[in-house]
């Protein structure tokens, strides 16, 4: 069946800098994506969502561009922060078909 | 606000024991959902209701019952648990189906 998948498992970066977490998606179809950030023992966050007519959509220090041409999603996070550092995850299709990635850990070193 | 509460946190079963996992909303949300999530893997819908009064099967409704007792509550049944039952358990509530999720604390269970 189509998933939607991680390209890395692990991130870690230095506080301050810009983070890029993706996301590959095969179901050509999907036309609307969630990135959801998820803390350690805490319940999953919306963070921003795109819909498939959109190539970018921003948010207080996020950008998630969309580029269906290579089903590709990814979640950029300027200036990262300490409090940034958990477990990022997306999703496609509207509920209640939605679709969950497994997520990229990101860690920020101070 | 409180958003979205769930009873309990933890949970220790034996197999064959069975529970209710209580989920409340304060958002006034027409649908409500309780997936799981289990190491390395994405989130799972069990079952979901759309509005209240209505509640249809997830991708991995097997072992589980639902309730949407009223527009607020959605509580979710293990009748006979199971090992494999073994997950972390979130409900979650949406005012439509593009709109923001909400999602619970989690309550993480254990079936020995």
């Known amino acids: 069946g189509e998933s939607v998948g991680l390209h890395l498992p692990t991130l870690s970066v230095q506080e301050g800098d810009n983070s890029i977490i993706n996301c590959a998606y095969s179901?050509?179809?999907?036309?609307?994506f969630i990135w959801y950030k998820q803390e350690s023992g805490k319940g999953p966050q919306f963070i921003i969502d795109?819909?498939?007519?959109?190539d970018k959509r921003q948010g207080q220090r996020v950008t998630v561009l969309l580029n269906k041409t290579v089903k590709h999603l990814s979640l950029q996070i300027a200036a990262t922060q300490p409090g940034d550092s958990a477990v990022y995850f997306c999703?496609?299709?509207?509920?209640?078909?939605?679709?969950f990635g497994a997520g990229t850990r990101l860690t920020v070193k101070p | 606000n409180a958003g979205v509460t769930q009873t309990p946190k933890f949970q220790v079963l034996k197999t064959g024991q069975s529970m209710t996992l209580q989920c409340a909303q304060d958002?006034?949300?027409?649908?409500m959902y309780w997936y799981r999530q289990d190491p390395g893997m994405g989130l799972r819908l069990i079952y979901y209701s759309a509005s209240e009064g209505t509640t249809d099967k997830g991708e991995v409704p097997n072992g589980y019952n639902v309730s949407r007792l009223n527009k607020r509550e959605f509580s979710l049944r293990l009748e006979s648990a199971a090992p494999s039952q073994t997950s972390v358990y979130f409900c979650?509530?949406?005012?439509?189906?593009?709109?923001?999720?909400?999602f619970g604390p989690g309550t993480r269970l254990t079936v020995t």
């Open positions: 999703a496609e299709n509207p509920f209640p078909d939605m679709r």
């Open positions: 979650a509530s949406t005012l439509s189906w593009t709109a923001e999720q909400y």
């Open positions: 958002m006034n949300h027409n649908s």
């Open positions: 795109i819909r498939s007519n959109m």
């Open positions: 179901n050509s179809a999907s036309d609307y």
